[in-house]
């Protein structure tokens, strides 16, 4: 079947000259003395936040050294939408909000002083196939713009490239053991199986019911990526999903090789010891490592939150892996679980990181990027050496808890050479979805489907 057409609509290259006659204005403060951002919105979509870096009047060469800003991901029907036009709607376009002073709210005001709006104007025909530019390049921002040199210049790309993406649904919630559909247009096409099992603790073989002996995975694995050994208090271990292709075989699987536990005195599995899965793919007659995706409850606000992390583990070796995605999802809200390389430097975390010798960092940080020229809007990824992991990668949709969950899975066409490739990305969403079960408090009760052999209670 053929692929789902999108749009990746990105904005970067952000940057804003000031001149010094504007110190002497009362209503604004100077950026060179305070931090400057930027709220990115577009019809439909949740606004983003971007940083923008000040630059002296003096510069004359743009700096080398950029992040992309912000990412819009449009599917045929956001396009349609957007393009729909009436008497009470225009032309879309991209609307920039600039701010000085720092980005966040207090007691829901928010901090930042509006220095000046900018507005793109999108023509957004026939970017399914080729590339479109929209602007590239200095504008004449906030008052007097563009009527005398005392005006503050903002720099920005904005450009929509072709994504085509491969999108599958659960046609039921992953512990139900569903089929998934290929989703094109109108068109949905079955194109593999699940089966989800739950191992008993005399099960040592980490096995599903529905694999073949020969199939089934080496405890050298357990060893390296995950825990084996018996826990006190409440944990929950022995779960795994296997994917299936129409002719029976399995193509990938997901399996809990570090149980979820609950921290000492808490009913919450917590981020210092979370628990973890191991992404598999068949090959040489067993199963090899593809990825490894860690899971916690994180305490938020009024509600708490699903962290994770996932990173890559090259040619299924037991050494270094690399950091692909680490966010978190609302459980309440659920949300949206993503591979995206390239984008906002809060968004995307790329480091390397030792099995044994934890990670790299302990949050969220700057992705290296390589360096566009002269503001062309050719952003760098530096993904060294797996830069084949860029741009968009994959999504999954993720239910908050107590929700019903079908998760819907959009993979870009560019990591996908069979359908082979495409289920390792399915067994990744369901082990995410399945994680948002598996770090519930434990002072909630399961459904049966997972309560079975899956929960000691100390």
């Given at each position: 079947?053929?692929?789902?057409?999108?749009?990746?609509?990105?904005?970067?290259?952000?940057?804003?000259?000031?001149?010094?006659?504007?110190?002497?204005?009362?209503?604004?403060?100077?950026?060179?003395?305070?931090p400057?951002?930027?709220?990115?919105?577009?019809?439909?979509?949740?606004?983003?936040?971007?940083?923008?870096?000040?630059?002296?009047?003096?510069?004359?060469?743009?700096p080398?050294?950029?992040?992309?800003?912000?990412?819009?991901?449009?599917?045929?029907?956001?396009?349609?939408?957007?393009?729909?036009?009436?008497?009470?709607?225009?032309?879309?376009?991209?609307?920039?909000?600039?701010?000085?002073?720092?980005?966040?709210?207090?007691?829901?005001?928010?901090?930042?002083?509006?220095?000046?709006?900018?507005?793109?104007p999108?023509?957004?025909?026939?970017?399914?196939?080729?590339?479109?530019?929209?602007?590239?390049?200095?504008?004449?921002?906030?008052?007097?713009?563009?009527?005398?040199?005392?005006?503050?210049?903002?720099?920005?790309?904005?450009?929509?490239?072709?994504?085509?993406r491969?999108?599958?649904?659960?046609?039921?919630?992953?512990?139900?053991?569903?089929?998934?559909?290929?989703?094109?247009?109108?068109?949905?096409?079955?194109?593999?199986?699940?089966?989800?099992?739950?191992?008993?603790?005399?099960?040592?073989?980490?096995?599903?019911?529905?694999?073949?002996?020969?199939?089934?995975?080496?405890?050298?694995?357990l060893?390296?990526?995950?825990?084996?050994?018996?826990?006190p208090?409440?944990?929950?271990?022995?779960?795994?999903?296997?994917?299936?292709?129409?002719?029976?075989?399995?193509?990938?699987?997901?399996?809990?090789?570090?149980?979820?536990?609950?921290s000492?005195?808490?009913?919450?599995?917590?981020?210092?010891?979370?628990?973890?899965?191991?992404?598999?793919?068949?090959?040489d007659?067993?199963?090899?490592?593809?990825?490894?995706?860690?899971?916690?409850?994180?305490?938020?606000?009024?509600?708490?939150?699903?962290?994770?992390?996932?990173?890559?583990?090259?040619?299924g070796?037991?050494?270094?892996?690399?950091?692909?995605?680490?966010?978190?999802?609302?459980?309440?809200?659920?949300?949206?679980?993503?591979?995206?390389?390239?984008?906002?430097?809060?968004?995307?975390?790329?480091?390397?990181?030792?099995?044994?010798?934890?990670?790299?960092?302990?949050?969220?940080?700057?992705?290296p990027?390589?360096?566009?020229?002269?503001?062309?809007?050719?952003?760098?990824?530096?993904?060294?050496?797996?830069?084949?992991?860029?741009?968009?990668?994959?999504?999954?949709?993720?239910?908050?808890?107590?929700?019903?969950?079908?998760?819907?899975?959009?993979?870009?066409?560019?990591?996908?050479?069979?359908?082979?490739?495409?289920?390792?990305?399915?067994?990744?969403?369901?082990?995410?979805?399945?994680?948002?079960?598996?770090?519930?408090?434990?002072?909630?009760?399961?459904r049966?489907?997972?309560?079975?052999?899956?929960?000691?209670?100390?």
């Open positions: 079947m053929d692929p789902c057409p999108f749009i990746r609509l990105t904005i970067g290259n952000l940057a804003l000259k000031v001149p010094l006659a504007a110190k002497t204005t009362s209503s604004v403060v100077h950026p060179s003395s305070s400057c951002f930027c709220k990115i919105k577009l019809k439909n979509f949740p606004p983003q936040t971007a940083a923008i870096p000040y630059i002296p009047l003096e510069t004359t060469q743009f080398e050294i950029q992040t992309l800003a912000a990412t819009f991901h449009l599917s045929n029907s956001d396009i349609e939408r957007l393009a729909s036009r009436s008497i009470f709607t225009s032309k879309p376009c991209l609307k920039i909000l600039i701010y000085t002073g720092r980005a966040g709210a207090a007691c829901g005001v928010h901090s930042g002083r509006l220095l000046a709006k900018v507005s793109v999108l023509d957004l025909a026939g970017t399914q196939s080729k590339p479109c530019v929209f602007h590239n390049g200095w504008i004449s921002v906030g008052k007097g713009a563009g009527k005398s040199s005392s005006s503050a210049q903002f720099h920005l790309n904005v450009k929509a490239e072709p994504d085509p491969f999108v599958f649904q659960f046609d039921g919630e992953p512990e139900c053991s569903p089929q998934v559909v290929q989703i094109q247009g109108n068109i949905r096409q079955p194109v593999f199986t699940c089966k989800f099992s739950c191992r008993t603790t005399g099960d040592r073989t980490m096995r599903s019911r529905s694999l073949p002996p020969e199939t089934s995975v080496p405890r050298s694995w060893n390296s990526f995950g825990s084996e050994r018996e826990r208090g409440k944990e929950r271990k022995g779960w795994s999903i296997t994917v299936h292709n129409l002719s029976g075989s399995p193509v990938a699987m997901a399996s809990i090789v570090t149980p979820f536990v609950a000492p005195g808490t009913d919450r599995v917590s981020r210092s010891n979370p628990g973890s899965w191991l992404i598999l793919r068949p090959g007659g067993t199963w090899k490592p593809w990825g490894r995706l860690e899971a916690w409850r994180e305490r938020g606000g009024a509600t708490d939150g699903l962290g994770y992390r996932f990173e890559l583990i090259p040619d070796s037991s050494g270094a892996g690399i950091v692909l995605a680490e966010s978190t999802i609302s459980s309440h809200r659920g949300g949206k679980f993503s591979i995206e390389l390239g984008s906002s430097p809060t968004s995307n975390v790329n480091r390397t990181r030792s099995r044994r010798g934890g990670s790299g960092g302990s949050g969220g940080g700057a992705s990027v390589n360096s566009p020229r002269g503001g062309s809007g050719d952003y760098g990824y530096g993904l060294w050496p797996w830069s084949v992991y860029k741009g968009f990668v994959m999504s999954a949709s993720v239910e908050g808890e107590g929700k019903c969950s079908k998760p819907c899975v959009e993979v870009s066409v560019q990591h996908v050479s069979c359908m082979e490739d495409a289920a390792a990305y399915v067994a990744l969403s369901a082990a995410i979805d399945l994680s948002m079960d598996a770090c519930r408090l434990f002072n909630q009760r399961m049966k489907e997972l309560c079975q052999h899956s929960e000691s209670l100390s």
